[in-house]
């Protein structure tokens, strides 16, 4: 019996030795993702706009907008943006040295003309503005999530037009070409666009 | 009494012939690092990707008693060793950006997978044919191409991003031996 006992407590004690142990093997594989910022601004076309005003008309109603006077201007971005508009003066400079030109008498609206949609994919400045030297007007403010895009999607035009009645009721001059009463001669300034990105 | 101890002893000693036996290897071959750079408006829209990138080349065998090969197939799976795809500027990307599949001969495909979170590995393949010795696994990676989830890279902010990923070769729980 004895035996019989020692016999049975040996084989149960080998059998503990039949479990198997799982084998596996494993492999790292390292990733990397750059991304690099695209933020591109491009005048397609306008890139210099030139009002010749040489009528008593003209210097009482202002020259409004016409194709001729149309900046388009494409943004590709990859995030979010802002296009910022503003004079790189405080006045329209007369370029034979006598008074200046009050810069407001510059007026622009702009518009879309690509894939995207006002309220979409960004907030567009709406109706007349003035032109002004001030660096923070934005013209085109990026909605979150919806403003990056490429080019086909974010294209734009500035319509400009000079001392109309539309521009003398938005700005503080608020005369005429006529009342103003300016000298004859040509007056300049650059208009500065701003593309930022921004969440 | 010392014969039946000597006895009980070479019963003892020969039940170690009869647990079962199963090697598994992994090696990678080729494709060890993957990196995509993202550096124009296309990619970013498009997404990028690296077809049969990675090759693994697997050992496998699983035995029962006396060597006979058993009934037990393998699988490889993956995983991230991160819960996201951390920038060095502190930006995030989420894992299922990358996505991958694998294909070998030897092996059931699972088609494309996005890359899942630590804890979480996702079948690549599965019913591996037991008895392989390099056998050749072929692994395609998918960057911003929305094959399987959203994933577009439009509007994520520029950064250098990273993430380890681990590939497991072992045996599949769906077979028995």
Known sequence: MKKIITIFVAIALSTSMLKAQPISDMGVIPIGVTLNSILRLEIVSGGNIEFVVSTIAQYTAGIANLPVYDTNFTVSSSRNFDVDLYSENVDLVNVDGGANMPLDNIGYTITELGTGADGTQWDLAAGIQILDDTPAITIVDGIVGAGAGNSAQNDFVINWELATAAVIAANTTAETLLVQSLAGGRYITNVILVLTSKL | MAKFVVALIFIFLSFFGLTQNTTARLTIESGSSVYFNINSFTKYQNGLDYSNWTRLRVYFIDTTALGAVSNKRWRITVEAMAGNIQGDAGNTLNLNTIELQAICADATGKGIVALPIPGSPIELLD????????????????CGQSLTVANNLLGQPADYYFVD?????????????
Not at chain 2, 165 to 175: H, M, N, S
Request: hydrophobic share 35%.
């Open chain 2, 165 to 177: 990923i681990v590939y497991t070769l072992e045996g599949d729980p769906a077979t028995s031996p």
């Open chain 2, 127 to 142: 019913l591996g044919t037991n008895n392989v010795n390099a056998s050749l696994v072929q692994i395609s990676y998918y």
